[in-house]
């Protein structure tokens, strides 16, 4: 008797430790909501981090139950880690972040090990799709954006003498590889390739060689930081005649800030927008109130992506939802009326294509 009453004790406290975990993963019974954010908020990429901030603070601002913590990528892996590692000690029911393809790779075997989501409007790379049941995006994939730059240069400009001169990271190389591909089923030979570190470069040498291969166009796929220096090199080289093209990572007010407002032959391809839609027309409206400027395209994905995260903790009771509820769930859209999350945790979406026009970038296509 002894025995059975010490058993049926043990049992009894047991079984109640497992109902109190349990009933502190409902939402109902939690005093804070926490989500974490991993962005660069700090050095090359800060631009992408302010965005990232601006738009969780416009839908999440107010809202008490909520609590976001921030942490500083820098766009390096090694500080991603340590971020999310950070961020773990909280419990966050959602992780927003990163914005870099390199570092939301890394952080993939943690996402997939703590069960955590990780939400990105920033990371292209095509090696996140399938990566894991956790990562979702409300960006296309770098395989869309090469196809679209390489069309444009070729289809539309009619540009046939091109060279390719990248980034030497996750997104840089991905991207190059899309565009010549697409370059080479169109029948346009690529003539001359070359890829530079990041902060390790030295653009002159590379760019000096234009003009004896009587090069039309180049594709520069990398941070804006750098396609600002390789612009800012190419003007002093009188290279004003050829036409450059950057992926997204290149769309940045800090473009001009930096290589000089009287650049007016670089395009770079960014994420659509439907200027029309009633979500695209409410953004602005909060947005423009709150900041009292002008938004771009990386804060009006942030934005998406935070009424996102917040439609669906407002909606699930468990952290344990959160995935059924991404993937069966409708939510309002910048491209259409309503946006849906595919098997892979990706999106049906396209890209279009920017100028940078006296300062300041103007849609194309």
Known sequence: MKRLLI?????T???SGCDKNSSSNKIDNLSKINIGVIAPLTGEGATYGKSMQRGMEL???GKERYKISYEDSKLSVKEGLNAYKKLSN??????YGAASSGVSLGLISLANKSKTVLFSSISTSDKLLNSSKYFLRNVPTNNIQGQTAAKFLINTLKLKKIAIYNENDEYGVNLATSFKKTANDLGVKILLENS?????NDFKTFLSKMKSYEIEAIFIPGNYEETAQILKYAKELS???IVFMGGDGSYSPKISEIAGKNINNFYCTIMGIDKTLPFYKNFI???KAKYNVEPDTYDAYAYEAAKIIFKTLE???????IIKYLYSNSFNSLTSSKLNFKEDGDISREYGVTKLTNGDFKSVQ
């Open 239 to 241: 290279l004003s005649n």
């Open 13 to 15: 406290l047991f079984f």
């Open 59 to 61: 839908v999440f601002n």
């Open 196 to 200: 530079y570190d990041a902060n390790k």
């Open 90 to 95: 909280e419990n966050p029911y959602i992780i």
């Open 7 to 11: 058993l049926s004790l043990g049992l």
């Open 315 to 321: 909606n699930i009771k468990t952290k344990d939802e």
């Open 285 to 287: 409206k909060e947005f």
